[in-house]
């Protein structure tokens, strides 16, 4: 239901003339239209009246994003206006769930069109969060081309994957800043079913290696949460909703806009019962979940020209499960929180010239146990993480052709855990210094070009550089094509090269290698688009090379000292490791050459207004370059489809959605396979008057389960629960979604 069009104001212009048309040509009253300055964050606004136009006065120079609402519409399209460009601007709105129209950062580190990225992005807005009824980052996820998450409510972490690489290795950044909370000493590994989409305005993820602009960790891609801000004098609103496996989410905020302040306020509380898939078993899939969220932003204008702003973000997160261990049935209890403070100044130097400076500082805790039920010692575990980061980025607009950015960052990264080589709880401390150019090159309005580069000096691992290129192409006002280059880095974790992970509740174990050896990638990325006013299709290929890529391998079960004292031998590892007896043994190894490589397509299709269809399909090749084996846990092919229809008169907004899966590799030498599935989803609400909203959601309508579960022996390999449902009420009041 949101435009978004980045605009760049090189002087100080006249009253624009904003004119409001929707497909068919026709002038829209009662738009609301509103400019935010991307630095100061100031608003004007103005509404389109009965003959669809309104005047929207814009007294200092500067960046400005223009937002226009009206519901079930929103543009296409971006304008670069200038201080002779004409005064009158016109708005072309289609129906709201267009990606094309939608602003991405993640791709170029600037605010720009998604379709004018030469990085393919993929984003999700608020408004097709709030049609889907999802709570959870990782179920909005699982509905993009090209990207795999696992469903169900496990504690598993690592589950995400974008083009067929591994979440490790995809950097995940809540409004360009990295989140803390890699469980089990994980960099990367986020649990983005822990993490909930309300206090959300968008989620994005580029795609193919980001490490040129964000540097290690951004291997395979980038996925940025960007949270939501407030529009109005005052605003707010409040949801509840409940269903299955006693789900519960609770969710209010408040925010306002005025003068030269603005504040944002969010808080949530979520609960969801454990449940198994087999009932004999007295192991949970999914633990029993209590969180509670916090989210607070603020900005103040101190000066026209220079403001500043501080976010908090904190959650404290509980779960229960059962499992069978070696001892015996286990219960295990895991509490972690998550503590996040920033502060952001931006000053406008001069009409082409900004300046951002950014503080962060976080911290994550972890402390589990494990009670056997038989009796027993109990098993202690604590795992505390910290990150103190400091940022600048110069941003300068050279004439009419060049948009250059530069910037420095610093990042002090420490952990404190089981460390085998220094200790038990004793800490161990990395930093790194990076220097970072961008220079977008626009050549003609049809040609843009961008490159850049990062160099890194890491404390343990040296110096690494890498660069990038992209290039858009627009062939007409329907097509588009595009193309990029880029290199990737990763420094192994603290964990991969010193801990020891012992899992409680089940027979294995994780020794970290002190020999491993960074991560590099190249990605290349190739796409094309055609836009026709009620018909989208895309296409992108895509390629990523992972040099050393870093996994985890099975090299064995010790049974006695000698065996241990073998294993340790063979691959190097000290012996203050502390290997355990009579487990499965996983030792980790750089992966000498991997690839991926595939095909993307996806489009949109507009009936009507009420009446629309879009979908994607996926196909993917995974191989281990070197034993030209396929890499697992990834679906060779894999699709969406979504079916959407509304009846404005009666506020009544409904959606039918499917997901399709092929076979999926479990295990590369034994090729032994998990079986396809399909799952479908739906969705309906209702909005009433004075801003409440009732909705329904089912997920997986048909019911999909493991097939395996129905063997004499039952197992499984997915952990789908099976069909589910939500019952929901929302309240706004002050502004829209």
């Not at 904003?18 to 026709?26: A, C, I, M, R």
């Not at 220094?422 to 977008?440: E, H, I, P, R, S």
């Not at 992972?546 to 079960?557: A, H, K, M």
């Not at 929901?728 to 829209?736: H, P, V």
């Amino acid at each position: 239901m949101h435009l978004l069009i980045p605009l760049v104001f090189l002087w100080s212009l006249d009253p624009i003339l904003v004119k409001t048309l929707d497909p068919q040509g026709k002038l829209v009253p009662a738009v609301q239209v509103e400019a935010t300055n991307n630095q100061t964050h100031q608003t004007f606004t103005c509404s389109s009246d009965a003959t669809g136009s309104c005047r929207l006065t814009l007294p200092n120079p500067g960046a400005y994003t223009i937002t226009a609402t009206t519901p079930g519409l929103t543009s296409r399209s971006a304008h670069q206006l200038a201080d002779n460009s004409p005064t009158v601007l016109t708005l072309n709105l289609e129906p709201s769930t267009l990606r094309s129209s939608i602003t991405v950062v993640s791709g170029s580190r600037l605010e720009e069109l998604q379709e004018e990225s030469p990085t393919k992005v993929e984003v999700v807005t608020r408004a097709q969060m709030l049609s889907t009824g999802y709570e959870r980052v990782s179920d909005v996820l699982q509905e993009m081309p090209g990207v795999l998450v696992r469903r169900g409510n496990t504690s598993t972490v690592g589950g995400e994957q974008v083009q067929g690489i591994d979440s490790r290795q995809v950097l995940v950044l809540q409004d360009g800043l990295p989140v803390l909370g890699a469980r089990g000493v994980k960099s990367g590994a986020i649990n983005l079913s822990r993490q909930s989409s309300g206090r959300l305005s968008r989620v994005e993820v580029a795609k193919g290696s980001g490490s040129s602009n964000y540097g290690t960790d951004a291997v395979g891609g980038v996925i940025n949460m960007i949270t939501r801000e407030a529009s109005a004098p005052i605003q707010g609103g409040v949801v509840f909703s409940g269903g299955s496996l006693g789900a519960f989410d609770g969710r209010a905020d408040l925010g306002s806009r005025r003068g030269k302040g603005t504040f944002f306020l969010d808080l949530g509380q979520n609960l969801l019962d454990s449940y198994r898939l087999i009932p004999t078993s007295p192991t949970t899939v999914g633990p029993n979940v209590r969180r509670q969220d916090i989210l607070f932003k603020s900005r103040y204008q101190l000066l026209p020209n220079f403001s500043l702003g501080a976010t908090v973000n904190a959650y404290r997160n509980r779960e229960q499960g059962t499992n069978l261990s070696e001892t015996g049935i286990v219960n295990g209890l895991s509490n972690d929180s998550n503590q996040s403070y920033a502060l952001i100044a931006d000053w406008i130097i001069n009409p082409s010239t900004t300046l951002q400076s950014r503080a962060y500082a976080a911290r994550y805790d972890e402390n589990s146990t494990t009670s056997p039920r038989a009796g027993g010692p109990i098993a202690l575990a604590n795992l505390n993480e910290r990150l103190n980061r400091l940022d600048t980025t110069l941003s300068r607009q050279i004439g009419s052709h060049h948009f250059f950015q530069a910037g420095g960052e610093w990042a002090q990264t420490l952990y404190r855990g089981a460390n085998r080589l220094v200790g038990d709880n004793v800490g161990q401390q990395v930093t790194a210094t990076d220097l970072w150019v961008q220079d977008k090159w626009t050549l003609n309005r049809r040609l843009t070009f961008t490159t850049g580069g990062r160099l890194t000096s890491h404390s343990m691992f040296g110096r690494a550089a890498v660069p990038k290129a992209g290039l858009v192409f627009k062939l007409s006002d329907a097509w588009i094509l595009r193309g990029s280059f880029g290199m990737g880095f990763r420094v192994p974790d603290l964990g991969q090269l010193y801990f020891r992970f012992a899992n409680p509740a089940t027979f294995y174990q994780v020794i970290g290698n002190p020999n491993l050896n960074p991560e590099h990638s190249q990605s290349f990325q190739a796409g094309a688009l055609y836009r026709h006013s009620r018909f989208r299709l895309g296409v992108g290929l895509f390629r990523n090379n992972v040099r050393d890529l870093i996994e985890s391998r099975l090299v064995g079960t010790p049974r006695t000292p000698a065996d241990i004292n073998t294993l340790l031998t063979t691959y190097g590892i000290p012996s203050s490791f502390n290997l355990l007896l009579s487990r499965q043994t996983f030792f980790y190894f750089n992966q000498s050459r991997i690839f991926t490589q595939g095909v993307e397509l996806d489009g949109e299709f507009n009936f009507s207004r009420r009446l629309r269809a879009s979908g994607a399909y996926t196909y993917l090749n995974a191989l281990d370059r070197i034993t030209t084996l396929a890499l697992p846990q990834r679906h060779r092919h894999q699709g969406q489809m979504r079916l959407d229809y509304a009846i404005p008169k009666y506020g009544i907004t409904t959606n039918l959605r499917g997901s399709f899966y092929s076979h999926w590799l479990l295990n590369s030498v034994a090729g032994t396979r998990g079986l396809p599935f399909q799952i479908w989803d739906a969705y309906i609400a209702k909005s009433w008057r004075q801003g409440f909203q009732s909705f329904l959601a089912v997920d997986n309508l048909n019911n999909s389960r493991d097939r395996k579960l129905q063997l004499p022996t039952p197992t499984f390999d997915r952990p789908d629960i099976g069909r589910t449902w939500r019952l929901g009420l929302r309240y706004r009041f002050g502004s829209a979604e």
